[in-house]
């Protein structure tokens, strides 16, 4: 079984159920509503769409809502096209005015006020660099082009050295949020995170709805604060992206590769799933076959140890979307299946409360590599012992068993985890004689395999793991 999981991003390219049922068909493990586009209605059907196709697949694909953000943009140009040229002096207003003849409109009200003179504003993904001189601290700044090109209209504005008062959350993303409570969507993910409390505050605002409260949260690690906090950021959220589009507009775009790495380990050594995503195989949008360094980047990003690789435009504009799946599949089965894969990784402190899990889940993953198990086993009502087993990255198959459906779906997105539904929770020793029998009749393993189970004596005392058993089948 694949162990890193694949996001793909739903748009025009991949709405229609026939082609939604072949992205699962052909391997994804979570769907992606990015609602930085598309109403609401739309999206309500595609939630729909996966929950019959799932009923109908016996599958458990998850549903990560993608929220905007406080993403900077510029307004709309005149004809679609204003060239910038090197040397000409612009200004940027926060008045609602259309972009020309060297004026540009910004979407931020305190633009003026957080912009200083010197530093750099960044248009349409770092493609056009201006340089601020004057600042009014109202309405305008005025700056000057470094880097020139064509600013079309709405493209987003990056400001990598301007200390920003923008909230965490905007008014839009609290409309979606009231939104996404009342979908079947297992993560929600915050963009342009800068510390712990942006994750705190998302958190406090899922938890006014009680139906919603088992939303886990993915913090988008897309600002320079980010990589500074990332240790708080990574405790303080259920999961990680590392989203490399605005991030190496944000910093130079050679440290990103660094940074990658780096959260991956601190996010597995955390036991929290890490994403990493934007141009994994962008050439695929158009092409039905990637470039050698798009398959590069997916190899080396499943042997920096990621959780998920998300495609975006890929799967949501592209022309082969299910074809793009298929071979970003292929790339991570033949990564999986190399000598190198596995990472080594070293763990952050246990909590009190958890020492006797944490330990007894480390045990067996050492046990699993020292025996050759065909499969780690667990009963879990939380999600935890999957968070942690997966963690260890040891080569047997991860197998849940839960009864409870969201978290069921919310491990759709983390490394090597394949869940299954039971309520057959009574005892011990017959709940894992049962899961034998599913993963025996499912062809996970066969006579002759060493498998490992943990679980909690009581039976299903949630956080309270205590017993590690190996068998032969």
């Known amino acids: 079984m694949r162990k890193t999981k694949i996001v793909a ?50 599958l458990h694909v998850a549903i990560l809502a993608d929220l905007s953000g406080p993403k900077i943009r510029t307004g709309m140009v005149e004809n679609d096209a204003m060239e910038l040229k090197p040397g000409d002096e612009v200004i940027l207003t926060t008045d609602k005015v259309l972009c020309r003849n060297g004026i540009i409109s910004v979407s931020y009200p305190d633009f003026a006020r957080d912009v200083k003179a010197g530093e750099d504003i960044l248009l349409d993904d ?23 090109g064509i600013l079309s209209s709405r493209k987003g504005i990056n400001l ?16 979606d949020l009231r939104f996404i409570v009342t979908q079947n969507i297992q993560w929600v993910a915050l963009s342009f995170v800068r510390k712990a409390a942006d994750i705190e505050e998302l958190r406090r605002q899922i938890n006014q709805y009680p ?42 775009q050679e440290q990103v590769p660094i940074i990658q790495k780096k959260f991956a380990r601190l996010c597995i050594a955390a036991s929290k799933p890490v994403i990493v995503a934007t141009q994994m195989m962008e050439g695929m949008i158009s092409s039905m076959r990637p470039t050698r360094a798009e398959v ?92 942690r087993l997966a963690s260890h990255r040891k080569g047997a198959g991860i197998y849940i068993f839960s009864n409870n459906r969201q978290v069921l779906r919310a491990l759709s997105l983390v490394w090597g985890v394949e869940a ?34 943990v679980s909690s004596i009581p039976i299903g005392k949630p956080g309270k793991t205590n017993m590690l058993r190996l068998s032969i089948v």
């Open 9 to 58: 991003t739903l748009g025009p390219a991949s709405t229609d159920e026939a082609v939604l049922r072949s992205l699962m068909l052909a391997g994804v493990n979570v769907f992606r509503l990015n609602f930085s586009h598309g109403a609401h209605e739309i999206h309500a059907a595609s939630v729909a769409a996966i929950d019959k196709l799932n009923a109908e697949l016996g």
């Open 126 to 148: 770092g493609k056009l660099l201006l340089k601020s001189t004057e600042s009014d601290g109202e309405r305008t700044v005025k700056a000057k082009v470094v880097q020139g």
């Open 160 to 175: 990598p050295r301007t200390d920003l008062s923008l909230p965490s959350l905007t008014e839009k993303d609290l409309e």
């Open 211 to 252: 139906d919603a409260r088992h939303l886990r949260i993915v913090a988008k690690i897309e600002k320079p604060e980010a990589v500074d906090n990332a240790v708080s950021i990574i405790r303080a959220s259920d999961a990680v992206m590392i989203a490399r589009g605005d991030l190496g507009v944000e910093i130079p």
């Open 296 to 387: 590069s980047d997916v190899a080396n990003s499943v042997l920096d140890g990621a959780d998920a690789l998300m495609l975006s435009g890929e799967t949501s504009v592209g022309l082969y979307p299910v074809q793009t799946v298929e071979t970003m599949s292929r790339i991570i089965s033949d990564v999986e299946s190399s000598e190198i894969y596995y990472p080594e990784i070293k763990y952050e402190d246990t909590l009190p409360d958890r020492r006797i899990s944490d330990a007894v889940i480390m045990a067996a993953a050492d046990l699993a590599g020292k025996v050759n198990a065909r499969a780690l086993i667990a009963m879990t009502h939380t999600g935890y012992s999957a968070f």
């Open 420 to 453: 299954f539904y039971s309520e057959k929770f009574t005892n011990t020793d017959a709940a894992m004689l049962d899961m034998r029998k599913v993963l025996v009749a499912r062809g996970r393993i066969t006579t002759g395999n060493y498998i490992i189970y």
